[in-house]
């Protein structure tokens, strides 16, 4: 079993995605279909569908395609004729206003909605935020500990800059389950590797932090090349270890600078190696199912 415990997809035809403006190349509908056209040819069987935008009408729509079908037949097989299974979205990660003055009761509505179950975890795009200490602000501290007593875990979504406000948080609000988007997004164009790295081997050392193998082919140069990564990936898995480790492809984000096939590839060729079998199942599957929850048929 493999889980993509990231991605996407979105319409910018039905809803006003700004930050499109930027990237043409992805300024146009990326659908289930797309998702699972790609990543069942890759032997994928489930995934985690991640929110977007600050929007919860974005989650609600995303919550709405579980229930339609998590694994709609009209994909059962794939255009390259190897009539590959669907690949099932286990599971959500969407949207509240943290500082709302209820978020608890948010999310208990999302769960009452059509695939509310799916739900498995909120985000907030805390990259974009000017403020480099947003995660300290208490009305936000208050929300993420709703988001804890909920049972969801929350995804913090960071670039290097911002670790020591996740430091803080995750000490703080240690009875919350956080899963680190990105490895917070390290300058692999650059080579630079601290203090991320330094940073990053503190964050692993709260249990209650797991961390994504995902996203990195967008933070590197044009024409990368598989050692580029190998820094990175050593500080990540000494940090966290395959146990809070997940894969994830970030499409179709990952589509500007590689397809779906070679950011699979990249991930086995920087942590197979080190692996044993087992350790192997708890990053492509086990870990994503494990933190997140997920209810699978195996």
Not at 60 to 85: D, H, I, K, N
Not at 171 to 199: C, I
Request: aromatic content about 6%.
């Amino acid at each position: 079993m493999i889980i993509d415990a990231h991605h996407h997809v979105w319409d910018p035809a039905s809803r006003r995605h700004a930050w499109l403006d930027a990237v043409p190349a992805l300024r146009r509908r990326f659908d289930l279909s797309d998702f699972r056209q790609a990543a069942a040819t890759q032997g994928v069987t489930a995934s985690v569908l991640v929110q977007v935008l600050a929007d919860t009408a974005e989650t609600e729509e995303f919550l709405a395609m579980t229930a339609a079908g998590a694994a709609a037949p009209e994909c059962a097989s794939v255009a390259s004729g190897g009539g590959s299974p669907a690949v099932t979205v286990a599971g959500v990660i969407g949207w509240v206003d943290l500082r709302g003055p209820d978020v608890a009761g948010e999310i208990a509505r999302l769960r009452q909605l059509p695939g509310g179950g799916a739900l498995a975890g909120i985000r907030h795009l805390v990259q974009d935020e000017p403020d480099p200490g947003w995660l300290d602000r208490s009305e936000v501290r208050q929300g993420l500990r709703a988001v804890g007593a909920a049972g969801l875990v929350y995804d913090l979504l960071i670039r290097p800059g911002q670790l020591p406000a996740a430091l803080r948080l995750t000490a703080d609000l240690d009875s919350v389950a956080f899963v680190l988007d990105h490895a917070a997004k390290p300058q692999v164009a650059t080579g630079r590797l601290q203090p991320w790295a330094t940073l990053m081997a503190q964050l692993g050392a709260r249990p209650n932090v797991a961390c994504k193998v995902s996203g990195l082919v967008t933070e590197a140069a044009a024409g990368w090349q598989p050692a580029q990564f190998a820094g990175y990936a050593e500080v990540i898995l000494e940090s966290f270890g395959p146990d809070r480790l997940m894969f994830g492809s970030d499409w179709p984000v990952c589509t500007l600078a590689a397809t779906y096939g070679q950011v699979l590839s990249l991930a086995r060729e920087l942590l197979s190696r080190q692996l044993s079998p087992a350790e192997r199942g708890a990053v492509f599957a086990g870990t994503a199912r494990s933190v997140y929850g997920l209810r699978l048929d195996d």
